[in-house]
């Protein structure tokens, strides 16, 4: 295992934007698939959406607890708020217009005021404590809900993964697919360099004529064509390769991939049971989670129209009166429950909760639904595992007569019995063939990964 993760640093390390030129590397699948793993960026947000998933959880367990809050008040006046006369009190009436006179010539006396000023300055500071007691079962809900999401954002990893894991496997065979295919050209090109020699060799000696030489000419700029498309096309898959396992690269002609001998078996040594995989496929589960989340949003909210209570207490301390160097505040605390029932809302919270009845219906007739077309996809994906398994083996006769073929008329043009043209033709059999051959093994490669994922976990 350690020798394991040395291989892949050392292939990231290589990779990097500090790649030297000429530096050959070499990325088995394993490697890749694990990198795929660590680096993809749609892995890397599944995994995101998990720590999202499990953060609302533990943010949703905090509705069990005591709501605790502070809160500080202070004001000051241009002028009190309260100022309150004799004639306030009294009225304007004489008896208060005389009592107010007197107490006024007094106060010049003796200087006093003769009005109640008040609120002119003051502050508070207070801390409350409020627990929650019923809420209609939405905090008991709420929580279940959240649970219910982990569960579902892990689902969901779990398939990302197995998508990327097929893309990434479909990627590598189809670059392979390439290789193997330059390779052919490669072998038919050294075939056809030695029969061009020869052919030049009998030109110059009247046994072989231009002609021939013409139609080697047009068949080798044919392969010389094919491989610089087929060079092409593997180095843009290479790219997304590359940006699919999340590796930075410079130069894509020193990366080689290891090819491994993957033993194809037939498909009865894959097959497993229909109704087992459906069972236990990630999509059932999550079709799963889905209607019990919507079950339980109806149920938060019939919990809107139900009584909430709570229980709480209050400190703090105050003077807002007109505090001064002789005034003195108040310590108070106080308890007190709440009980609210929503009156007016019940006929909204009514038709809120009908219309998530509908959703949880929908829920479930999806439910049911694309469970059976999960079975269905079970059996599709067979279908093509033994028809891509049939059309491989077809493939591979046609390719072995070909290659028999090709040798037999090569043997027999060297032989002088057929012409130049029936040689092409067998070398164009072989070419086409062999692709066939290719194309066909890897839609097979395919097909066994593309169902295996269906229960492998």
Request: proline share 2%; glycine share 6%.
């Amino acid at each position: 295992m350690k020798k394991a993760h040395l291989i892949s640093l050392v292939a990231v390390l290589c990779l990097g934007a500090h790649s030297v030129q000429g530096q050959s590397l070499n990325l088995t699948l394993e490697e890749c698939l694990r990198l795929a793993e660590e680096n993809n960026a749609y892995v890397k947000n599944a995994e995101l959406d998990i720590r999202g998933a499990e953060l609302q959880r533990k943010e949703a367990l905090w509705e069990y607890f005591p709501q605790v809050s502070a809160m500080a008040l202070g004001y000051y006046a241009a002028h009190p708020l309260l100022e309150i006369g004799i004639t306030d009190v009294l009225g304007h009436n004489e008896m208060a217009w005389e009592i107010q006179n007197r107490l006024e010539s007094l106060g010049a006396m003796y200087g006093l005021n003769t009005k109640f000023t008040g609120f002119q300055k003051g502050y508070s500071a207070s801390v409350s404590l409020i627990q929650p007691v019923f809420a209609g079962g939405r905090i008991v809900h709420g929580n279940q809900l959240a649970a219910l999401g982990v569960k579902a954002a892990r689902l969901q990893n779990t398939m990302q993964k197995k998508k990327t894991a097929e893309e990434i496997e479909s990627l590598w065979w189809e670059i392979s697919s390439i290789q193997d295919k330059i390779n052919m050209l490669d072998y038919l090109d050294g075939t056809l360099s030695t029969l061009y020699s020869n052919v030049s060799k009998a030109i110059g000696s009247g046994l072989a004529s231009e002609v021939d030489i013409l139609q080697l000419d047009i068949k080798k700029s044919e392969l010389k064509a094919g491989k610089k498309k087929a060079e092409s096309g593997m180095r843009l898959l290479k790219m997304n390769l590359l940006n699919s396992i999340g590796v930075e690269y410079t130069s894509l002609d020193s990366i080689r991939l290891s090819k491994s001998d993957i033993e194809l078996k037939e498909p009865q040594e894959y097959w497993q049971d229909e109704e087992r995989i459906a069972e236990q496929m990630p999509e059932r589960e999550l079709l799963t989670l889905q209607q019990e989340a919507k079950e339980l949003e109806r149920k938060m909210v019939i919990g809107e129209a139900l009584p909430q209570m709570g229980i709480g207490v209050t400190s703090g301390y105050s003077d807002i009166y007109n505090p001064g160097p002789h005034s003195k505040g108040n310590i108070n605390t106080i308890a007190f429950a709440t009980v609210q029932i929503p009156l007016s809302d019940w006929g909204k919270i009514s038709r809120k909760a009908q219309r998530i009845e509908t959703q949880v219906r929908k829920a479930e007739n999806e439910k049911e639904f694309m469970s059976k077309q999960l079975k269905l996809q079970v059996e599709k994906n067979w279908m093509e595992l033994t028809s891509t398994y049939d059309l491989w083996q077809i493939a591979i006769e046609k390719f072995d007569i070909a290659d028999r073929l090709y040798r037999v008329a090569l043997s027999n043009y060297e032989a002088g019995l057929i012409s130049i043209q029936d040689l092409l033709q067998a070398e164009t059999t072989l070419h086409g063939a062999s692709n066939e051959k290719t194309d066909a093994t890897i839609a097979y490669r395919n097909a066994i990964v593309a169902y295996t994922n269906l229960f492998n976990n």
